[in-house]
């Protein structure tokens, strides 16, 4: 009677024209993830060092010491146990440490220092840039926290 023919397999043309979609498809979206992996690492940042900054007011009153935030460089937020010493909000040792790993993020400000009672000792910031928007924490009197983010560098 009837014989069907079965092709098994591809043409040439067919593959092709999956290679060309599935070109198209990466070029689209590799520049969107990469810019979703920067924008979640930038909120990542600035949600740690806002926790460090509650975190080093609480550990002062708990621990009834002198607690100072440190920018050693613009990568590198250090919380420092400043014991009783006034003067310098980077001496002391080292209770914990923020690193930024990230090429595309820094750290700016002036750094500011917590008293046992949760007081300020030096009113300041710390800000975290990414060059389009920033997120700053500020110390004010009285060891109030309050934060600012908007576009721009610190």
């Keep these: 009677m009837f014989k069907f023919l079965r092709n098994k397999g591809f043409s040439f ?12 498809l990466s070029a689209i979206a590799v520049p969107q993830i990469n810019k979703m992996y920067k924008t979640y690492k930038y909120i990542e940042y600035t949600s740690s060092m806002e926790n460090l900054v509650r975190w080093a007011k ?5 621990r009834s010491i002198n607690v100072g935030l440190c920018i050693a460089d613009n990568k590198t937020l250090r919380i420092v146990n400043m014991g009783t010493n006034r003067s310098n909000i980077c001496t002391g040792s080292d209770l914990i440490t923020l690193n930024i790993r990230d090429d595309f993020v820094f750290l700016h ?3 500011a220092a917590f008293d046992p009672r949760g007081f300020d000792i030096f009113n300041g910031n710390v800000c ?3 060059g389009d928007s920033y997120y700053k924490v500020f110390i004010s009197r009285f060891g109030a926290i309050r934060t600012q983010k908007g576009s721009g560098g610190c």
């Design 109 to 111: 400000g002036s750094g």
């Design 58 to 62: 609480i550990t002062a009153m708990e």
């Design 128 to 130: 975290l840039t990414n």
């Design 13 to 24: 043309v067919e593959l092709m024209v999956v290679i060309a979609l599935i070109s198209i």
